[in-house]
């Protein structure tokens, strides 16, 4: 089994409280659309934890303890063991629609998971390997761990939703995180829960940072820990086009930024066609590409596979019911990752010395 291609990766630039109730909506948009979706995210402070752990002796007085610590606690539908959630923490979740609900070939999409990540890293001169390493949390032969040290956690779902199977594909990476402090957190609350339950080694777990100091013998590249928070893996561009690695160079060099300006509407549909716009623009907002929406078009800014992404979905919105489809789009390519989508108004009425109507 391969990852399917997806047509762009949402990035969620603000943490979301209620991961495990996004996912599912993501599971269900799957089912909904037929087509793969991708997210990438960060969590709130707090643990994901299966539904095993309501058993523990002191469940109740442990999750009121940690949401009083302000680490509150979710449970999940699948198995395993206790996630971390937080600053630092990148969550990769993606739903595709699946041949059967029935879990199959799942040891080969959880490597072609872990390659593709693996590939990614390796860019950075970062050896990660599949492998399970004792003492870490929710430990699995599918863990990508570095230096025998866990760096990627990954876990897979299989699902019916409204009769149509699908299938979540998630890995969780420590970007930047404390090992040391995720581990004292997380050892708290299971020592909270009662019984012999999990403890961990905080030298059993590493991050992307640590892991690049260690190859590189420096403080890495320039705004290393803030460049992981704002950008970690945005080179999930790549997934847009279907015979590319899923991620390559994240990290490294800045963007190179695309102003696109298109319009699209079907053929043949009557004389208002607002029905397939909205259509258009839902995929649009949904995507977390910045845009801009005019009377005329749609402004997207991003780098080329990402606007292009946008793009391609929006025309796979119509094609399903519409067998002619207009477009018409011009495009603006910089190098270097500066903002262009308010500047370029700013710098105009800059210098007339007034603001103008946008």
Same mark, same amino acid.
């Given at each position: 089994m391969t990852l399917p291609a997806f047509g762009f990766v949402t990035v969620h630039e603000a943490p979301l409280a209620e991961g495990v109730a996004r996912e599912a909506e993501w599971l269900a948009a799957a089912a909904r659309e037929g087509r793969a979706v991708a997210h990438l995210w960060q969590g709130a402070p707090g643990f994901v934890v299966p539904r095993s752990y309501a058993r523990r002796p002191r469940w109740d007085a442990a999750c009121a303890a940690s949401t009083a610590e302000g680490r509150p606690v979710q449970v999940r539908a699948s198995g395993g063991g206790l996630v971390p959630q937080g600053p630092g923490l990148w969550n990769l979740s993606l739903a595709w629609p699946a041949p059967g609900a029935e879990p199959r070939e799942t040891t080969a999409l959880y490597r072609a998971l872990t390659d593709e990540l693996a590939a990614a890293f390796a860019r950075l001169g970062v050896d990660?390997?599949?492998? *399970?390493?004792?003492?870490?949390?929710? +430990? !699995? =032969?599918?863990?990508?761990?570095?230096?025998?040290?866990?760096? /990627?956690?990954? *876990?897979?779902?299989?699902?019916?939703? +409204? !009769? =149509?199977?699908?299938?979540?594909?998630?890995?969780?990476?420590? /970007?930047?995180?404390?090992?040391?402090?995720?581990?004292?957190?997380?050892?708290?609350?299971?020592?909270?829960?009662?019984?012999?339950?999990?403890?961990?080694?905080?030298e059993a777990l590493t991050s992307l940072a640590q892991a690049w100091h260690a190859v590189h013998g420096d403080t890495g590249p320039a705004g290393f820990e803030a460049r992981a928070d704002r950008r970690a893996l945005r080179s999930h561009r790549a997934a847009a086009r279907a015979r590319d690695p899923l991620l390559h160079d994240p990290f490294t060099g800045d963007l190179n930024m695309v102003l696109l300006e298109f319009a699209m509407a079907p053929g043949g549909k009557g004389e208002s066609v607002s029905e397939y716009v909205a259509r258009i623009i839902d995929v649009i907002d949904r995507s977390g590409v910045p845009y801009q929406l005019t009377p005329m078009g749609t402004i997207l800014e991003g780098d080329w596979d990402q606007v292009m992404g946008v793009v391609g979905a929006c025309f796979r919105?119509?094609?399903?019911?519409?067998?002619?489809?207009?477009?018409?789009?011009?495009?603006?390519?910089?190098?270097?990752?500066?903002?262009?989508?308010?500047?370029?108004?700013?710098?105009?009425?800059?210098?007339l010395g007034r603001k103008l109507a946008t």
């Open positions: 990660a390997r599949a492998q *399970a390493v004792e003492g870490s949390f929710c +430990d !699995g =032969r599918f863990n990508l761990a570095v230096g025998g040290r866990k760096l /990627v956690g990954t *876990a897979q779902a299989w699902r019916r939703i +409204d !009769g =149509r199977p699908v299938v979540l594909a998630h890995a969780v990476i420590v /970007v930047d995180a404390d090992p040391a402090a995720l581990t004292e957190a997380a050892n708290r609350f299971e020592a909270a829960c009662g019984d012999d339950g999990p403890r961990y080694r905080a919105a119509l094609e399903t019911d519409c067998p002619r489809i207009a477009m018409n789009l011009k495009m603006d390519y910089r190098a270097g990752g500066d903002s262009r989508l308010k500047s370029k108004v700013a710098k105009v009425e800059q210098r």
